[in-house]
């Protein structure tokens, strides 16, 4: 950066970076690891299409954009932190604190002027996310976009292309960047880049541009063989090696674990865990099927539950001669209330799959309160349905949890695991790798966490999980063993059980 206003940024070490601003697509998301150079990217990006802008009949190019992170402490250490590197206010243009607005104001030297308003938000603060719904913009930064929710993104499409007016020609450039690390498999961000980006159309219908692309940059430890610092090959070399550290990557694998790095240096997606998990034992790698589990029909499907109202969640186990314990399906909370959630959702699903099977429910004791829409029990609720329960002899968490974590513990012949969850199960699998954890405890000296699991969107699957592992623990035989509808009854009409 020159006193006169020049910045020295150069895309020479990041390809990706440069293929990015390369793409006029309206909407373009970059992934990659730490380090790699995607939010100066993105900034000059900013920038870049604000010089690009046509400017208006009195020779002013103009454009605003909102910048975006999801907490006020996030935009000021990480966003702005970066942002001031780069762009100098009484240099560059101004910064208006009390506006949290810098305007850009350097011209692209062919006598035409640019205002280009960068206007930082943060989601954490109510009057800045109002703030985004209500501004005419012409495009939106989001900053570490896995961060934010869907919702927010959503909504801020609509808010962008509406700056300049089209009595001033309009935007030249209009739509969404963003920049992140990889989310994990079950996050939004990833049902849009893998999953559903074949529902959007590959071009605008009018604009006739590419409405969605995404740029993966490579691994931080994807070096040149012999390394020496070379012009990197998309997708094949790190980027912007020559501005780190000579050993930046190695040191963040030697501080983290795993996980961590698979995310943070690799980019591959996955989860990090944030806080202290319940279940230390569980490792994915051999605790999640390779393959769609079996169901073996003649042994008996067991129903593990947890009752709520508006917030019943179901799990569908089965546990086999030899102590194999098998997750098969689940049902998390789906804000119905225990009546609907068991005779719209769970005694269809037995019908369609599991005709004919022994069946044995078990749930959390609290079940037998009164449930707040007409004063039945949820127990009573389940047995009308079809579904009779036994619920196991207690609901204390100890026991509970004990029933768990000794099937993650416990080997079988030839060292296999004794408890096997299906890939489908992705609720219950993201929690046991972390989400499903207990409470952190507020104190400045150290980390501290609660004795017990906070209640979150995951707690409720396993809690459901639990009652199913402590009722096979303590022992069928101690149960009176009941066949459901499930076993005898052919399938109802649709609505005859309503």
Known sequence: MNENGAINYSTKY??????????????????????????????MELIRRSQLQTPNPQGIRKTRWAIVRNTYRELQDTTQKTFFEWLQHGIHGEYQAAKKTFVFAVPPGDGTRVHSELIFLALDQPDDARHLLSLELTGVYFNELKEIAKKIFDDAGGRTNRYPPIKDGGATWAGIIADTNPPDSDHWLYKLLEEESHLYPPSHPKAGQVFLEKF???SGLAKHPDGKWVVPVMGVHAENLPNLSETYYEDLCLAHDEDWVEVNVHARYGYVKDGRPVYLNWKPII????????????????????FGYQNSACIMC???????????????????????FARDKIRPFIFANYLGMDIIGTGDPAGGGHAPSDGMTCIRELAEAGLPIEPPETNDWDPRYGAVNSLLMKRLEGDQPAFQVDPECKKLIKGFNGEYKYKRLY????????????????????????????FMERGIHRYRRRRTVAATAKPLPAGAWT
């Open 14 to 43: 990041v390809p990706t970076i440069r293929a990015f601003m390369e793409s006029n697509a309206m909407i373009r998301i970059m992934l990659g690891p730490w380090g790699s150079g995607k939010s100066v990217g993105c900034m």
């Open 216 to 218: 993966h940059q490579p």
């Open 443 to 470: 104190d400045r000296r150290y980390d501290r966490y609660g004795d017990k699991p906070l209640k979150n969107e995951y707690s409720h699957i396993h809690d459901a999980l639990q009652y199913a592992a402590l």
């Open 287 to 306: 605790h999640v099927a390779k393959a769609p589990i079996e169901i073996v029909k003649a042994y008996p499907l067991i129903l593990g539950w947890d």
């Open 318 to 340: 089965q546990q086999l001669p030899n102590g194999l314990f098998h997750v098969k399906h689940e049902f998390p909370v789906d804000y119905m209330d225990t009546r609907q």
